[in-house]
């Protein structure tokens, strides 16, 4: 699987660097490598990769045909925070639609921007969807995004230094998956 990896973070970087053309490119090739290995979670993250992809270029129909296939392979793998997380967008692009607007891309996929709540200043990378799979498939226990509920509560911290800042991640961990 390590060439998935290298290409989910080829996705990332040219995320970074705002090469929406490259990022469908690694993705793809990603999604091809991983067709043979029957990876269902690997190949649901590089789906949902390629549905922010398509709402960048806002095309919500191939957007929501992706994460729909993502979320069959996250619930083949028994994944309900995959499922739930995939079931979050699928609500976001129906009432978008609803209401005859564009869907928003999910900022934490394939990179994720994120300063606190305050998303017009001050923004900085921090990981890729695909290194948080990583991470999800690693460790037992709940691993929080900022899309995630329970989130805001979570990364609340004691210090009120600190109240300006959030974590890119939250990671709950309770053992490792062997």
Not at 7 to 25: N, P
Not at 87 to 103: D, I, N, P, Y
Not at 135 to 149: F, K, M, N, S, Y
């Amino acid at each position: 699987m390590g060439l998935a990896s290298t290409l989910w973070r080829t996705a990332d970087l040219a995320f970074a660097r705002g090469d929406i053309d490259e990022v469908e490119a690694a993705l793809q090739e990603a999604r091809s490598v991983l067709g043979e290995t029957q990876r269902e979670r690997w190949i649901a993250n590089t789906l949902s990769g390629l549905a922010e992809v398509a709402l960048l270029r806002g095309d919500t129909g191939r957007a929501s045909a992706l994460l729909a296939d993502a979320r069959e392979r996250y619930a083949a793998r028994d994944d309900a925070v995959g499922v739930a997380n995939i079931e979050e967008r699928l609500r976001g692009l129906a009432k978008a639609s609803a209401k005859g607007g564009k869907a928003a891309p999910d900022r934490t996929s394939p990179t994720a921007m994120t300063k606190g709540e305050d998303h017009e200043s001050d923004h900085f990378p921090v990981l890729g969807e695909a290194t948080v799979q990583e991470l999800r498939e690693a460790v037992q226990g709940e691993i929080l995004t900022p899309a995630d509920d329970g989130y805001l509560e979570a990364s609340r911290i004691w210090n009120g230094a600190h109240d300006d800042r959030r974590p890119a991640l939250i990671v709950r961990c309770s053992g490792r998956r062997t």
